[in-house]
């Protein structure tokens, strides 16, 4: 009863219930203005009232025909059109007021256009670009996936010469992570979108205050509602106190709006614009199994070192400086000069975010890429397998030309809806010759996509429809670095202690799989 209290009064219920109000507000605003002038005009023609009765009927037919054929001619995802169809025609003139409040995610105007000024100050200073020509004498058929994401978003430099090292578990990353830190002389960048107080927390702020008092400079970011829970509403303050130039992400304001769920959901760290850290851990203790939620939790970050941190250095400074609403001077950030290390492949950092930001479902179009251009296997882990039509038949496609295809998922879920919604979608997939695994240990939370022993990203983007449409995203593409040999080791023993399931295991609970093909369809919207 104790933690139902505590939930029911914890600030992202308050969050919730905030915009539900505010909705049940303005809708009892408008329907009451509307009836305010049916009143007006049946006091004055009171022998109209049937004709006015009519006419505002009729009204509310016709906002319900054109709006509901905006959403299926609008310029979005196929997926989203039918669950916003049924709620306007449904819900009549509130489906009306509701698709036209919460169906747009897009950032502000403003926000747009200072993006593109932060964009602009940083794009001409990316350093030195892997000639195309480059690209299709090392890479041969995969150029076109790594030129693919260049073209669809610029800023996307390929790098050689740039060292990788890969880490199968929060234990081994957090180690040689406090090691980095400590050895900052200029400065440590650091954004993640959840931040919680607990052993992993404490000894990185340990080493941050100690850096800040050496005359390092150290900012961060971290998300609002992510941390929501774990940090208290004024911790940036705090943090500030301490000598860390901290900002919150989209702080939570009561307005009715859907933007609230663009969140920053990138995981990065930069030391001096030389080495760079990303992937799936974010800076809480069951990321290190310091604290066991949900069985062992595996996850998996991507040292880099050299050219290719000069992308994750601009990734955070356009999203810090979008947040301080000031475009800030890169240069001073910039390494005198960089090292390159020989032999070591090619690495593609890369952003997604929220449209026009970024251009359409660039995160879920790299993944596409990948499969459609694997020759021998692809194997996957996610914690959330909640995918559209065109992944899901991606995937089937390539296991019916042979492909391996192989996806593992958690065995034990941190969130019951997402889990049973990640369930529903194994039938057709094994169905289609897809192989799917649970990880029988606990929670996966690793974002990893691995082909062919020769291209592989780690990053932040989960396999779902938050990741490819609303948030702020990461991920690392790389091509025969030494961290994909690390990663095809890890995947070894990863689907050792990984449970195959069959069409058997698909059909359990039949009552519950039809409550999810139920909410499947409206997945996309939330």
Excluded at 13 to 32: D, E, N, R
Excluded at 290 to 309: C, H, I, P, Q, T
Aim: aromatic fraction near 14%.
């Amino acid at each position: 009863m104790k933690a139902f209290f505590k939930k029911l009064f914890s600030r992202f219920s308050i969050v919730a219930l905030t915009i539900i109000l505010l909705f049940a507000l303005l809708c009892a605003a408008t329907v009451g203005l509307i009836y305010a002038v049916y009143l007006l005009i049946a006091h004055f023609f009171p022998d109209a009232q049937v004709y006015i009765n009519a006419a505002i009927t009729a009204l509310a037919w016709i906002a319900v025909f054109i709006t509901a054929l905006h959403a299926a001619n609008r310029d979005m995802v196929p997926e989203t059109k039918i669950p916003w169809i049924i709620c306007i025609i449904a819900l009549n003139i509130f489906g009306v007021m509701l698709y036209a409040v919460f169906s747009s995610h897009r950032p502000s105007v403003k926000a747009r256009r200072l993006y593109a000024s932060v964009y602009k100050s940083t794009h001409a200073r990316e350093g030195r670009r892997v000639s195309e020509e480059e690209l299709q004498e090392g890479m041969k058929h995969w150029a076109a996936t790594f030129e693919a994401l260049s073209t669809a978003n610029p800023s996307a430099v390929v790098h050689d010469g740039t060292k990788t090292e890969y880490f199968p578990s929060g234990e081994a990353f957090f180690e040689r992570y406090l090691e980095d830190l400590e050895r900052a002389e200029k400065y440590i960048f650091l954004e993640y979108f959840i931040v919680e107080r607990g052993a992993m927390w404490n000894a990185i702020l340990e080493v941050l205050e100690r850096k800040v008092h050496q005359g390092v400079e150290v900012r961060m970011l971290y998300d609002d509602i992510g941390c929501m829970g774990k940090i208290h509403l004024n911790y940036h303050k705090t943090l500030r106190k301490k000598g860390i130039q901290c900002v919150k992400f989209n702080p939570f304001v009561p307005v009715v709006t859907n933007v609230h769920n663009n969140r920053d959901h990138r995981k990065i760290t930069v030391i001096d614009g030389r080495v760079a850290y990303t992937g799936g851990l974010n800076l809480a203790d069951e990321y290190i199994n310091a604290r066991v939620r949900f069985g062992y939790w595996k996850d998996s970050a991507v040292r880099l070192e050299g050219e290719g941190v000069l992308n994750l250095l601009f990734m955070f400074h356009r999203l810090y400086s979008l947040q301080l609403k000031r475009t800030e001077d890169i240069a001073p950030f910039l390494p005198e000069t960089v090292e390159r290390f020989e032999g070591e492949g090619y690495v593609q950092p890369y952003g997604d975010g929220p449209f026009p930001l970024y251009d359409k479902h660039l995160g879920e179009d790299v993944y596409l890429n990948i499969i459609g251009s694997a020759r021998k296997y692809v194997y996957i882990t996610t914690p959330y397998l909640i995918i559209d039509y065109r992944m899901r038949e991606a995937l089937i496609l390539a296991a019916k030309r042979g492909v391996d295809v192989r996806i593992v998922t958690p065995f034990i879920p941190d969130k019951k809806l997402a889990f049973a919604l990640t369930r529903s979608n194994y039938m057709a997939l094994i169905k289609g010759g897809v192989k799917i695994y649970e990880y029988a240990p606990g929670f996966i939370h690793a974002k990893n996509f691995l082909a062919d022993d020769a291209v592989a990203v780690v990053g932040t983007i989960n396999l779902d429809y938050r990741s490819f449409l609303f948030h702020f995203e990461d991920g690392v593409l790389m091509y025969k670095t030494k961290a994909v040999g690390q990663l095809k080791e890890d995947f070894d023993h990863t689907l050792a202690v990984s449970v195959p399931q069959t069409e058997e295991d698909a059909k359990r609970n039949v009552v519950w799989r039809w409550i999810c093909e139920i909410a499947k369809l409206f997945a996309p919207l939330f």
